[in-house]
């Protein structure tokens, strides 16, 4: 008999990792429901879904009511909408004190524990001098606090320089600057400042710009050419950013970088990537930070494919991560796993408040002019427990596999149905190139078939999100400028914990009749809020012809 339990113990055993085939995977997930939420509506309502689209939403598919959509709601994968049981218990012992709450301290404590020591912990006083985590209630407003200040400590310093660029620019990066350097007759006015990024969030990019600073997204090559063998294609052009620190250095306060890159196709940076950046920025003495709402997710890639550390486990390669850099801004509502939550947190001994002394106190003014205490930071007490559980959950790397590996079967579905994926698939969204879906008919700038893919899967019951040439383009009054470098895609972003491998196959099956029809998907009319910022999120539609 013991001959016949090992036996299948083997053939379990590789059954387990049967990925190959399609429909074939046997590996549960490694939680199970606790609690289920029925839908209020059915996946055979076609029409309603219809009228609800074009009368009350104007094909803008962020104005579709949430509680109308019968299959996967793949919007966004933020404001995590499936908590542990242990997030909801930790709910329960929230301290809802105004000043200093309990959770303050619980989620000072987690976050020295997952970001390294050094970073938040403990001696410094609660929200009060030398502190230097700031809690706001998502990752933009922590985003809206660090460029509002960073501009105002700039312009205190007399910082900057004017005048036009110089010349030793490589001559990419003069032709994508210059434009947007210039003031309002074209002329080259005063010191305009540059946050360089391998690519900026929609909501980072909206903020720097409000600031009259410029967002430059500098993905690496490999990422630009497509290369659909090359695990890191998040990372950073480190020959454009060193060009553009050595000749204008002073136009650029800080360095950015965004784990996992969301914008670029979710796509993770290594470690290797990072440690050339910090050499980079230290050489030019520039404050190197991360936007780090993926911290985890990007942990896993580097795990998987960064040789170095193959045998390290999340958490170290988590800490690894942040000892590079001067501060971070994270949007808690990703790798927090809660509802709501963000943080900026800046080195307590970094470069920045070296450089800015006013810089600290100019951050917990704004918590308080906006968001409430610093101990609170427009966060409940019970969100603050629900974070710091949560952050301990998302290294898990049970989790971690469960997670991406339910991105990988998503976008290997789609492959399958030769829907044109961004390959590799990254950490939290399928991303579907619309130039290539449409053969290149997508490519005029202005008819924004991606807004239509969205408009008709939503009739199909599904939402995902348009971040191609609308979300990222602009209308300067008489024609569109497409988003710099180019992307034209549609993100299915899959939220953590809540759907099941068959749920994401009706999306597969949904994609794949738009695909088969194509030529029969009109492009769209803009009737509203063409030429506004962050237009994605408010303009309305209708098909055109
Ligand atoms: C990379 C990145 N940065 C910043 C944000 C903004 O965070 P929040 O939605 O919490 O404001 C997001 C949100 O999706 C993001 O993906």
């Not at 450089?355 to 969100?383: C, K, N, S, V």
């Not at 348009?466 to 899959?494: H, K, M, Q, W």
Request: hydrophobic share 40%.
């Amino acid at each position: 008999m013991s001959d016949a339990t090992a036996f299948f113990i083997r053939r379990f055993r590789g059954a387990l990792d049967n990925v190959g085939e399609p429909g074939r995977y046997f590996r549960p997930r490694p939680y199970r429901n606790a609690v289920v939420r029925f839908r209020g509506c059915s996946i055979e309502d076609f029409e309603q879904r219809r009228d609800i689209l074009v009368n009350e939403a104007g094909l803008n598919a962020f104005l579709f009511r949430a509680d109308m959509i019968p299959g996967c709601d793949l919007l966004s994968d933020s404001g995590t909408t499936t908590m542990t049981m242990e997030q909801w218990a930790a709910m329960f012992l929230g301290d809802e004190a105004y000043g200093s709450n309990e959770g303050f301290f619980e989620l000072r404590e987690q976050f020295a524990e997952t970001f390294g020591a050094g970073w938040c912990d403990e001696g410094a006083s609660a929200g009060g001098s030398s502190d230097s985590m700031f809690l706001f209630h998502q990752g933009r407003a922590a985003e809206n606090a660090f460029f509002s200040v960073l501009a105002r400590e700039l312009s205190r310093a007399g910082a900057g320089r004017g005048g036009a660029l110089s010349g030793g620019l490589l001559p990419e990066l003069l032709e994508r600057i210059g434009p947007r350097l210039g003031g309002a007759d074209g002329s080259p006015g005063g010191p305009v400042f540059i946050i360089p990024s391998n690519s900026h969030f929609d909501t980072t990019q909206g903020n720097i710009e409000d600031k009259g600073m410029i967002p430059l997204n500098l993905p690496c090559k490999r990422h630009l050419e497509n290369d659909e063998t090359y695990p890191f294609r998040g990372n950073m052009d480190i020959e454009e950013l060193e060009n553009l620190l050595e000749h204008e250095r002073d136009r650029v306060p800080v360095v950015y970088l965004t784990v996992t890159n969301n914008t670029g196709g979710g796509q993770p940076v290594s470690i290797d990537n990072m440690r050339r950046i910090r050499q980079v920025t230290r050489r030019y003495n520039v404050p190197f930070f991360l936007d780090a709402c993926r911290f985890a997710e990007n942990a896993w890639f580097i795990q998987r494919h960064e040789e170095e550390f193959a045998g390290t486990g999340i958490p170290e390669i988590v800490r690894e991560m942040f000892r590079y850099v001067d501060g971070f801004h994270i949007s808690l509502k990703k790798d927090g796993l809660a509802n709501m939550g963000g943080a900026l947190v800046i080195r307590r001994d970094g470069d920045l408040f070296r450089r800015f002394p006013g810089f600290r106190e100019g951050i917990t003014d704004r918590q308080i002019m906006t968001e409430g205490h610093p101990t609170y930071g427009g966060l409940a007490g019970r969100d603050l427990m629900a974070i710091a559980e949560g952050l301990r959950t998302v290294v898990r790397r049970d989790y971690l596999d469960a997670r991406i590996g339910q991105v990988a079967r998503f976008g290997a579905g789609l492959d399958r149905c030769g829907i044109p994926v961004v390959k590799p698939v990254g950490g939290h969204a399928v991303y579907i190139d619309i130039d290539r879906f449409f053969d290149g008919a997508a490519a005029d700038v202005g008819d924004f078939r991606g807004i239509a893919f969205t408009a008709l899967l939503l009739i199909a019951g599904h939402r995902v999100c348009e971040l191609g040439t609308y979300a990222f383009g602009s209308f300067d009054g008489e024609r569109e400028i497409p988003p710099d470098p180019r992307i034209n895609y549609v993100r299915a972003a899959v939220p953590r914990l809540t759907y099941e491998d068959r749920d994401l196959s009706a999306v597969v099956e949904a994609v794949r009749v738009l695909a088969d029809h194509r030529d029969r998907i009109p492009g769209v009319k803009v009737e509203y809020g063409r030429q506004l910022s962050l237009r994605h999120f408010k303009s309305r539609f209708s098909f055109a012809g």
